[in-house]
């Protein structure tokens, strides 16, 4: 019998481990940025056709509701829907696709929740990008597991950046030092902590 249920173990194992196998590489090619599909439709439309099919929403400039189908996109014009606000909770968007955000001047809040793939490095590439460091004011960081100190830091970059809101986040270590260092590069930078 111990034979038996060590076998059946194995089999289940073996398949958990190819489903999310599996599931990683899907995520990876929900996020392989088209170079050729942002200038067929412009940036905002390309950015948010990868934000959907990994699962975040949107809100264009002028607009109250959030989109979330991708197939209910609105069409028109080239370059006629801004992207105001990005909430990726629970998304499967990862840094290989932060490449879509380059051309974004609109953005304004990115909430982060519960995003498995949300890194130091995503906090970083977010971070270099001039029109990002000029139009984002708001950013939440909520429950992503693998952020630590290092990719908060490097949120100085974002000039304009007045709200931040961090709640579990098991890699924070040294919040006195890293909130103390983005205020200290942002003085108007109103940092909410819900770490416990």
Partial sequence: MGLLSRTVQSIVSQRDWSRRHFWGWLNAVFNKVDYERIKAVGP???????????????????????????????????????????????????HSGFDHLDGLKHVEEIKFSKCIYIEDTCLERLSSI???????????????????????????????????????????TDRQ?????????LPRLDVVLDLD
């Fill in 177 to 185: 030092t890293t909130v103390g260092r983005l205020q200290k590069a």
């Fill in 44 to 94: 905002d439309r390309a950015a948010a056709e990868w934000l959907l099919r990994c699962g975040a929403k949107v809100r264009f400039q002028g607009f109250d509701r959030w989109h979330l189908d991708y197939n209910g996109l609105p069409t028109g014009p080239l370059g006629r829907y801004k992207i105001q606000a990005i909430d990726a909770t629970e998304s499967c968007i990862m």
């Fill in 130 to 172: 001039d029109n990002m460091q000029e139009s984002l004011y708001m950013v939440e960081v909520v429950s992503c597991g693998n952020v630590t100190d290092k990719g908060i830091i490097a949120l100085h970059k974002l000039r304009n950046l007045e709200y931040l809101f961090l709640s579990d986040l098991p890699g924070i």
